[in-house]
C-alpha cells in the first residue's frame, strides 16, 4: 500500500541549476529521494538528500518525492 502524502518538502536552493539539498524532519529510516519530469518518469533516484545533482537534467518543473518512515513528502523543484 502506497503512504499518504503528509508534508511539503523543503528544497533549497529553487529554482536550482546544477545542486540543490532538501532539508526534511529528522527520522530513523534512509530516504528514498526521487525526481519524476512532467511526464511522469523518474528521472533521478538516491538515498542522499544533500548531494542532488541536476546539471544534466533539462530546464523545466520537477516533482521531488521522498519516501522514509511510512510516509511520503512531495515538493515542486524548477530546474533552470
Do not use: F, W
Not at 508534508?7 to 526534511?24: F, V
Not at 519530469?37 to 518525492?65: E, F, K
Request: hydrophobic share 35%.
Amino acid at each position: 500500500e502506497d503512504p499518504t502524502p503528509s508534508r511539503k518538502l523543503d528544497i533549497h536552493p529553487n529554482p536550482c541549476s546544477e545542486q540543490y539539498q532538501i532539508h526534511m524532519p529528522a527520522g530513523k529510516g534512509k530516504a528514498a529521494i526521487s525526481m519524476i519530469n512532467a511526464l511522469g518518469r523518474t528521472v533521478l533516484s538516491t538515498d542522499d538528500p544533500l548531494q542532488l545533482n541536476v546539471a544534466a537534467l533539462p530546464a523545466g518543473t520537477y516533482t521531488v518525492r521522498v519516501v522514509r518512515d511510512g510516509s511520503v513528502l512531495v515538493g515542486r523543484l524548477l530546474k533552470e
